[in-house]
C-alpha cells in the first residue's frame, strides 16, 4: 500500500534554526513556544517571549516537553496484541499489516452489525484545529458509526451559561486587570490557568480584592484576601443568598434589568426565602460571611467573576453557570470593563474559525446515526440493550480508563474478548494496554496545526519543528491511511493539511500568522460582550426567566437541588459513604493524565494518595502515613493517607491523574467516580461522589 506523508510546512533545513509553535494542551493558556532544532533533533523548547499572553513563561509540564518528546518509552511502530487485553504484551508489525487488521475487523463489523457498532471516541488531547478532531468526522460519518456527544470538559459551563445568556459568550479574562473586586469562584487559576495569575495581581496591585470561593484550600485560596470555603455542590444557595441581599438591599442595577433582563420579579420572588441565614446553614458558612460576600459584590465596580470548570462536574453543573451568569446582570457588572463573568472564551474564536468545515452530512447513511455521550463509555460497552452493541472502539487524544468516571465499568467494557479496539497514542496508556491495535502518533512539535484557546484571544500557529519519530503519523495523516486501507474514494477523506486548515479558518492572514506565531481575534480591543444588552437569547435579554429551559422540563428559575448522590436526594447513600470525595486536578507537573507516567514528573509530586481532614482521620484511628481503603459501590482504592488543613470535615480528596500502575492496582481516583450525567449540557457529575475511608487492615 502506499503511503501519503504529511505536507511538511518547514523551512529548508540550517543546522541551527528556532521554529516557533503553540501548546497543545488541554489548557486555558495555550502558550507560545520557540523550539531550537540542531539538524534533525529538537534541543530547546522555551517560550516565546513576544506572545501577548504567556510572555516566554510555559509551566512545570512543559518545560520539560523534550523529555516527553524523547523519552524511551515513546511509541515509535504499530502494534498488534499478543496476550490477554490489559496486560500490555504487543508485537511491533509494519503499518500495512496494522491497517489491515483495523481494515478487516472493521469491515466485519459493519457488514455484521452496521456502521452505528462502531464508536469514535476522542478527547481533547491536543487542541489543535487539525489534529482534535478534523478528517476523522468525514471518516466516521462515512462509516456511518456512532457519534460521539457530550464533554468531559467545559460543555455544561457553555450550556449553564448559555440558558442565561443565550451564548457561552463572555468577558476577556486577561480584563480582569481593570476590575475592583475580582472573585474566582471554582477555579484554581495559579495551578491551572496560571499565566492569568499575573493579571489578577496587577487588579490587586490597582486596589483590588481578590476572592476565591472554593470547598478546597487550593495554592489559590492561599493567594487570595479572602478565601470562602462552601461545602461542596453548594455553590447555588450561596449565589442565590448573594441575589437576595442585592434585591433586598436594593443594590440592583434597575437600567440595566428593565433594559437588558426577563424575569426579574419572578427570581425576586424566588430568591426571597433565600436569606444568608439558610443559604449558610446549606453551605457550611457563617450568615455574616455570606451577607459581606453579597454585599462586596453589590457595592464594588467593576466586579469580575472568573470560573472554569471545577463546578460543572456536578449532577447539577449546568445549574451552577446558569445562576452566576444571573449576577452581574442584576448589578449591571456587563457595563464595566473589568466586570460581567469569564469563562472559556473559545465560543469568540467563530470570529476567524469555522471547524464545522470539516463536517461531511453528505457520506452519512441516510437514517443519521446514534449518538453515545463519551462519559458513559463504561456503560456503552457493558450495556446489553445496546443495540447494535459497541463492537470496534477508537480512541484518539485520550485516556479515558483513567479520565471517565466509573472507570471499573470503563475496564470491564475494555477487557471484552469481542471487542475490537484500536487506539492511537504517543505511550501505552492504561486505555493503550487494552488495544488490539495500537498505532503510533505524533507531538506537536512533530505536526502543523493551528491552535485556538480557551483562556485567551490569540489564535496560535503551530510549525513542525522535527520530523516524527519511528512511524509516528499526526492524526490526519491516520485517517488518510485508515480511508485508503477501507477501500474508500472519496476525495473529501483524503484533503491534506494545508488545504484544511485554510479551508477552516476566514479574516486571517495565515503566512502572516504563521511567520509571527500568533493573531489576536478579529474582535475589539474592548470586548465587553453585554455592555448594551444584545444577549442573543430568544427575548434578546438576560433571562433571570427561562422560558427555554422551562420547555425543556427544567426549573425555569434558579434553583438549589442537593445531588442524588448525598444528602437527602433519591438514592441517598450517605450512612453507608459519609464523606464527599473530590478528585482534583491537584498536581503542577501534572496535565490532566498525561505526565504521571514520566520520571521527573510523577515521582516528583510523590505518588497517589488520599487527603482526609484531621477531624475524619481522628474518628477512624487513621495518623498520616497510614494505609487507608477508600471505597463506594463502583470501586476501591488502597491509598497512602495524608492529612491536610485543606479541607473541611466530611471532604475526602484524591488526585486525578495517576495511572492503575501507579497504584499498584487495576483502578485509580476515577473508579470512585459518579457517573450521572449532569442537569444538562452532556457532562458528568464526578463531583457529586461519596465514599468511606478507613485503615486498610479495617472492614466495611
Ligand atoms: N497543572 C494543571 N493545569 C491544568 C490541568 C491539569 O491537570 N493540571 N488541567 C487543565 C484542564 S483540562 C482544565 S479543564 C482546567 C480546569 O481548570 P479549573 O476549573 O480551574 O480546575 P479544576 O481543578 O477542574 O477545578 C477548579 C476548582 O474547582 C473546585 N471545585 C470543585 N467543586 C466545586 C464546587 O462545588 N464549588 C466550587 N466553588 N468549587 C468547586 C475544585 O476544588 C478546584 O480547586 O485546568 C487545566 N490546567
Ligand atoms: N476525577 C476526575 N476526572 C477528570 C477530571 C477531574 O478533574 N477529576 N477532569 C476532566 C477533564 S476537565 C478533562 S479535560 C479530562 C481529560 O481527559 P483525557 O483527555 O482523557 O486526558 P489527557 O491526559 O488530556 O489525555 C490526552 C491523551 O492524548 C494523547 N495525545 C496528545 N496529543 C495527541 C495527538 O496529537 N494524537 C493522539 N493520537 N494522541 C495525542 C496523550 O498522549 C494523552 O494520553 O479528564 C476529566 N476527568
Ligand atoms: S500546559 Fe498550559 S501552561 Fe503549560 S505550556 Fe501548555 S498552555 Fe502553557
Ligand atoms: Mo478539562
Known sequence: MAVTTAPSTSEATPARRTVLGTCHHDCPDSCGWVVTVEGDTAVRLRGNRDHPYSRGELCPKVNRFLDRVYSPDRLLHPLLRRGPKGEGDFEPVSWDEALGAVADRLGEVVRTYGGEAVLPWWD?????????????????AKLGAS?????????????????????????????????????????????????????????????????????????TAESADWFVQPLPGTDVALMLAVMHVLVRDDLVDHDYVDRHTIGFDRLAERVRDWTPQRAAATCGLEAAEVERLARAYGTT?????????????????AMFFRTLACLPALTGAWRHRGGGLARSVGAWFDANVDDSVFDAPHLEPAGGRRSVNMNHLGRSLTDPAMDPPVKALFVWNGNPLVSVPNADLTRRGLARDDLFTVVS???????ARYADVVLPAATQIEQADVVPAWGHLY??????????????????????????????TEPELFEGDDSLLRSALHGVDVDA??????????????????????????????????????????????????????????????????????????????????????????????????ELDPADAEARGIAEGDVA??????????????????????????????WADHHGQPATANSLTNDTLTDWGGGVAYGDTRVQVAAASGSD
Open 513 to 610: 500568522l504563521r511567520e509571527r506565531g500568533f493573531v489576536r481575534l478579529s474582535l475589539p480591543e474592548d470586548l465587553r460582550p453585554y455592555a448594551d444588552g444584545g444577549f442573543p437569547t430568544a427575548s434578546g435579554k438576560a433571562e433571570l426567566y427561562s422560558h427555554a429551559l422551562a420547555d425543556r422540563g427544567h426549573d425555569p428559575l434558579p434553583t438549589f437541588r442537593p445531588p442524588a448522590e448525598g444528602t437527602g436526594g433519591e438514592g441517598d447513600t450517605t450512612a453507608r459513604f459519609p464523606l464527599v470525595l473530590m478528585t482534583p486536578k491537584t498536581h503542577t507537573r501534572f496535565l490532566n493524565t498525561s505526565y504521571s507516567h514520566l520520571p521527573k514528573h510523577g515521582p516528583a509530586e510523590g505518588g497517589p494518595f488520599v
Open 301 to 317: 465596580s467593576p466586579a469580575f467573576i472568573r470560573t472554569l470548570i471545577g463546578a460543572e462536574h456536578r449532577e447539577q453543573g
Open 147 to 219: 457519534r460521539r456527544t457530550g464533554s468531559l470538559c467545559g460543555g455544561v459551563a457553555s450550556a449553564g451559561t448559555a440558558s442565561t445568556n443565550g451564548s457561552a459568550r463572555a468577558a476577556d479574562p486577561t480584563d480582569v486587570r481593570f476590575a475592583r473586586l475580582v472573585l474566582l469562584w471554582g477555579t484554581n487559576t495559579r495551578l491551572t490557568n496560571r499565566h492569568l495569575w499575573p493579571f489578577v495581581e496587577e487588579a490587586r496591585a490597582n486596589g483590588a480584592t481578590v476572592v476565591v470561593i472554593d470547598p478546597m484550600r487550593t495554592i
Open 459 to 488: 489564535l496560535g500557529w503551530n510549525e513542525a519543528a522535527i520530523a516524527p519519530p519511528g512511524e509516528a503519523v499526526p492524526n490526519t495523516e491516520l485517517w488518510r491511511r485508515l480511508a485508503r486501507a477501507m477501500g474508500f
Open 629 to 658: 481503603r477508600v471505597w463506594n459501590d463502583r470501586g476501591s482504592l488502597t491509598l497512602t493517607v495524608r492529612i491536610g488543613a485543606r479541607l473541611r470535615p466530611g471532604v475526602a480528596a484524591v488526585p486525578f491523574g495517576w
Open 425 to 431: 497514542e504517543q505511550f501505552l496508556t492504561d486505555t
Open 124 to 140: 481533547a488531547g491536543t487542541q489543535g484545529l487539525l489534529q482534535m478532531s478534523s478528517l476523522d468526522r468525514r471518516f466516521f
